[in-house]
């Protein structure tokens, strides 16, 4: 797809033209990231009950840390902790991984049949394995200790639209950046370890003071967790008018990002 033919629907065509080629890709990934262990694919139910655990005991047995309208239990901070850490993994792996996606697969650069713009498609897939094995583990704890969770649950994938989308755009701005200047995944690196403690992960925005409430709100994270977390826990309906104004917002960068992309891969193959 040439840079000059680049619209709105663009990415959207692209993912559906490849959808095939980037679930084999995604598949393929996958596989390659167990191959060769004794546990195989258990490693993603594994490492995120693992996590939970550390992140439960550290927060709320050493610093004896309480969820803000909360009924106080540790099991509860341990499901609204993991809830909050679910949505942060998924953007925290494609975003970390994007500054090195052109640079990693310099053999499909040089291929000149094959789709680059799809890359990021591909890690967005394979993280979301993982989010899917996460959501799994959280489940069964839920269930084990509360029962059936609220039928608002099912209105999860909707709220991961947005994010979804902005992290897409994002990625494809930072795997072009990745090509020009090497420095960026080291900047990325740190920038994502900020975003993790600027999210509301392990605090909840009714702690933070008013004054910075607002600040809080310009982090699109905050919107995603605080969501996730009331149709997953809480059975509080999502507030639509917030949804679409994230999902604007997510699909003009989505746009932007694709375009950005498209307009600046024609260099790739003389930088690498």
Do not use: C
Not at 150 to 174: A, D, E, Y
Not at 231 to 245: A, E, F, I, N, R
Request: charged share 10%.
């Amino acid at each position: 797809m040439s840079s000059d033919r680049v619209s709105i629907i663009s990415p959207f065509t692209s993912f559906l033209k490849h959808r095939r080629l980037i679930f084999d890709l995604a598949k393929r990934e996958i596989a390659s990231r167990y191959k060769g262990s004794a546990a195989g694919l258990l490693w993603s139910f594994f490492n995120p009950l693992l996590m939970l655990a550390v992140y439960t005991f550290v927060f709320s047995v050493i610093f004896q840390s309480k969820w803000a309208g909360g009924s106080g239990s540790k099991t509860e901070f341990a499901l609204v902790l993991f809830a909050g850490l679910i949505i942060f993994s998924l953007v925290s792996e494609v975003i970390g991984r994007a500054p090195v996606l052109i640079v990693g697969n310099i053999n499909y650069v040089k291929k000149i049949i094959f789709p680059i713009e799809i890359l990021p498609y591909v890690t967005v897939a394979s993280a979301f394995f993982q989010f899917v094995a996460s959501i799994f583990v959280w489940l069964v704890f839920y269930f084990a200790f509360f029962g059936i969770p609220p039928i608002t649950i099912f209105l999860l994938p909707l709220v991961m639209i947005p994010i979804v989308l902005l992290t897409l755009g994002f990625s494809w701005m930072l795997a072009s950046l990745g090509v020009y200047l090497r420095d960026t995944p080291q900047v990325i690196a740190i920038s994502i370890t900020i975003l993790m403690f600027l999210s509301p992960i392990f605090y909840s925005t009714a702690s933070i003071p008013a004054d910075y409430r607002q600040l809080l709100q310009l982090n699109p994270l905050t919107f995603a967790i605080e969501t996730a977390r009331d149709v997953m826990l809480w059975g509080k309906p999502v507030l639509w008018v917030m949804w679409l104004k994230q999902t604007g917002i997510a699909l003009f960068v989505f746009v932007i990002g694709f375009a950005w992309f498209q307009k600046t891969r024609g260099g790739f193959a003389d930088v690498l």
